[in-house]
């Protein structure tokens, strides 16, 4: 069975991580750019960030031979310091040429403020420029506000929902996601987010299409094998392996192809 986690914040794990991830199938990741736990104050914060997630980590990554992809964004939270804000974004478009770099995120809203729909707008746009699929991260709270207000705004600009990923979504916002057209992300985060019981449920009623699951492991409780622990439930339940294989590895190569960086003849 072969593993694509399509959100996991590998900065914030050890290296023995990366062996227990590749021993459990997990052949590639997408690492989107997040708020590192503080508020960063100066935008060469971000950029050094930037730098790290774009190539260091590739390389501790293939030491394990797992291929790491990751996205470049300013982070929902960080964009209501508005003058920080236009500082990194001026700027952001210099990592986006980077072969490592498949997408523009996570973006989206935190406090769901006027400040984060200026920050969604301009990034939609900036994916636009550069040619490259979004990671839409949605709130933690009034998460069904958020993820309705984030798709009247794609739809208001037009940016075509076949090339954004609605990620964290739950039993609250999954039929709004399916509706919109975009991807929908579930992660795999029992604390905040969904049990793999969970998510089964929702693949159970929603089908597959457009589906997918990863662990967005981070600093928190979090566990980056919770894909293959999704995948074990998902057998559990009578998935067969294609199936199962379409989650995992077939959709988020699928949606990440669209970058045109998937370059790796493993990732096809």
């Not at 750019?33 to 914060?45: D, H, I, N, V």
């Not at 590739?58 to 964004?73: P, V």
């Not at 982070?75 to 003058?83: D, F, I, L, M, T």
């Not at 067969?240 to 669209?258: G, L, M, Y």
Request: include cysteine; proline fraction near 6%.
């Amino acid at each position: 069975m072969k593993i694509f986690d399509p959100h996991c914040h590998m900065i914030s794990r050890v290296t023995d991580d990366y062996e227990k991830m590749a021993l459990a199938g997990i052949q590639a990741v997408v690492e989107p750019a997040f708020w590192l736990g503080e508020p960063r104050r100066r935008a060469g914060s971000f950029f050094d960030y930037f730098d790290h997630i774009s190539g260091f980590e590739r390389s501790r990554a293939a030491n394990y031979l797992i291929d790491h992809y990751c996205a470049i964004a300013l982070n929902p939270r960080e964009s209501n310091n508005v003058a920080l804000r236009d500082e990194v974004l001026a700027e952001m478009p210099k990592w986006l040429c980077r072969p490592s770099v498949v997408a523009v995120g996570e973006i989206g809203f935190d406090d769901i403020t006027d400040a984060e729909e200026v920050s969604i707008r301009r990034q939609f746009e900036i994916a636009r420029e550069a040619d490259l699929p979004v990671i839409v991260h949605t709130p933690h709270v009034q998460k069904l506000k958020g993820t309705l207000r984030t798709i009247d705004v794609l739809q208001k600009i037009g940016f075509p929902p076949e090339r954004v990923i609605l990620d964290h979504n739950t039993e609250e916002t999954i039929a709004a996601s399916r509706e919109s057209g975009c991807w929908s992300g579930h992660t795999i985060y029992p604390v905040t987010k969904l049990s793999p019981e969970r998510a089964v449920n929702i693949l159970e009623k929603y089908g597959l299409e457009k589906m997918l699951v990863n662990s967005s492991c981070d600093w928190g409780p979090s566990d980056p094998l919770m894909v293959p622990r999704t995948v074990l439930e998902m057998r559990r339940r009578g998935f067969s392996t294609a199936e199962i294989q379409r989650v995992v590895w077939d959709n988020p190569i699928a949606f990440f192809k669209q970058s045109k960086r998937l370059i790796n003849p493993n990732l096809v």
